[in-house]
């Protein structure tokens, strides 16, 4: 298996910092024996766990004011993958890469042999009908898939069984339509006609769909359109998958809900009634700010899994949900943030496998609610970095992904082969 950063880079890290690891790991263990957990179980399934990478995160976002490129961006798909290589080289938790089309459009063949070169998969395929392409015959300035005119919604349509064509080649499983309709004005736009509309070309989609594909679709509450959007929340999300089928799922954006709202919460609605398809993890604190999943409130992100881990543990019914991250970075490497990010999930993860869900199960019957929430921070309070840093270790990847970054240079020689880049594409959606 090839790789971006020499083998023996990593092993000179890891040698400064594997004796303290391993006695962290065993005073770890010591502390979850007392508490009836076995550890390497745990360690197990999070070695097992991964997250996917955003072709598009690997890239510096921006905002609607400014973008601030970074040094060494990749100037295609090929430099994304790259990229990515060196994120799961060095974390061992992101083995697919989750693209998005048209910006990733390359000979597919040639893409899967340049993924495969690093052991890379490809998750989800994501279609873009919220942009113009250079040379594209109809507009989406008014909407795509809900648009009024039906050529316009043709176009969609076939950009997407186009998405899932590109997908079969590159063994790809689930495709993930977002799209960006909506309104900016009251009045602007019938909000049944519109639905309607859309349903309609979301099954001419569905009815392409490869049998043992699935197909995500994924809300957002506000943005482009700002008064209204035609998917906008959970309940119209479920509405969609029920409309359309056994293979259509609904996707949780973390960023793509008001505040305060209780994700959690939905996360739980989806999973009993077997709609929950995957998440796209980030954080935010005001709106969709696609900040590093964990960054602001990582004990919402600890509830999230709870919920995840309830779902495994109990064996509830269509519940394989996607992990892809989806984030932008303006103001830090994204290799450094998608490291971090994609740890923070597994930290999430481990966390809540350490729930005492027997004892929360008790309290809960009792309405003991100050133990049961106790429960919860027990888990949660628990530092499970030695687990974390053993599963990349026992990998091969890094036990410090960013000081192994760093230390092998790997931006500055990029840097010096790939061209600086002007403007660019926003990474939000
Ligand atoms: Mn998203």
Redesign the pocket.
């Known amino acids: 298996m090839e790789t971006m950063i020499s083998g023996g880079a990593v092993e000179k890290s890891n040698a400064d910092r594997e004796k303290a690891l391993r006695a962290d790991y065993a005073s770890l263990g010591a502390q979850l024996d007392r508490r009836g957990i076995a550890i390497d179980a745990i360690l197990a399934k999070v070695e097992a766990f991964g997250v996917a990478i955003p072709s598009w995160g690997v890239g510096t976002g921006g905002t609607r004011f400014a973008r601030f490129p970074g040094q060494g961006e990749p100037r295609d798909v090929f430099d994304k993958v790259e990229d990515c290589a060196v994120i799961n080289q060095l974390t061992r938790a992101t083995p697919t890469v989750s693209l998005h089309i048209p910006w990733d459009k390359a000979d597919a063949s040639r893409l899967k042999q340049a993924a495969a070169r690093f052991g890379l998969g490809f998750d989800a395929m994501n279609s873009n009908t919220f942009s113009d392409a250079s040379g594209q015959r109809q507009s989406y300035k008014f909407g795509s898939l809900s648009h009024a005119d039906p050529a316009v919604r043709r176009q969609a349509v076939e950009h997407n069984i186009e998405c899932i064509e590109i997908g079969k080649t590159l063994g790809s499983k689930a495709l993930?339509v977002?799209i960006g309709d909506g309104s900016n004005f009251p009045g602007q736009v019938n909000f049944a006609r519109a639905f309607e509309r859309y349903l309609d070309a979301m099954k001419d989609i569905y009815a392409a769909l490869p049998g043992d594909w699935r197909l995500f679709t994924?809300h957002?509450m506000y943005e482009p359109a700002f008064y209204s959007t035609v998917v906008q929340d959970w309940g119209t999300n479920y509405i969609i998958s029920k409309e359309l089928g056994d293979k259509a799922y609904c996707?949780v954006?973390l960023?793509?809900h008001a505040p305060n709202v209780n994700i959690e919460m939905i996360v739980s609605r989806l999973i009993q009634f077997g709609k929950l398809g995957g998440f796209?993890f980030?954080d935010s604190k005001y709106g969709d700010d696609d900040l590093d999943a964990g960054s602001i409130d990582p004990y919402r992100l600890f509830l999230v899994f709870n919920e995840l881990v309830d779902a495994e543990l109990s064996g509830a019914k269509d519940f394989h949900p996607a992990h892809?991250l989806?984030q932008s970075h303006n103001v830090t490497d994204p290799i450094e943030s998608l490291m971090l990010s994609a740890v923070e999930v597994q930290r999430a993860y481990a966390a809540a496998l350490l729930v005492d869900r027997k004892a929360l199960e008790g309290f809960q019957e009792d309405n003991d609610a100050l133990m049961a929430t106790q429960t919860l921070k027990a888990a949660y309070r628990t530092d499970v970095e030695p687990i974390l840093a053993m599963a990349r270790l026992n990998r091969g990847g890094a036990i410090d992904p960013v000081a192994a970054y760093r230390a092998s240079g790997y931006r500055q020689k990029v840097a010096a082969e790939r061209p600086a880049s002007v403007g660019g594409g926003g990474g939000i959606?």
Request: charged residues 30%; negative net charge; without cysteine.
């Open positions: 993930t977002w994924e957002k996707l954006d960023g793509h796209h980030n892809m989806d959606v």
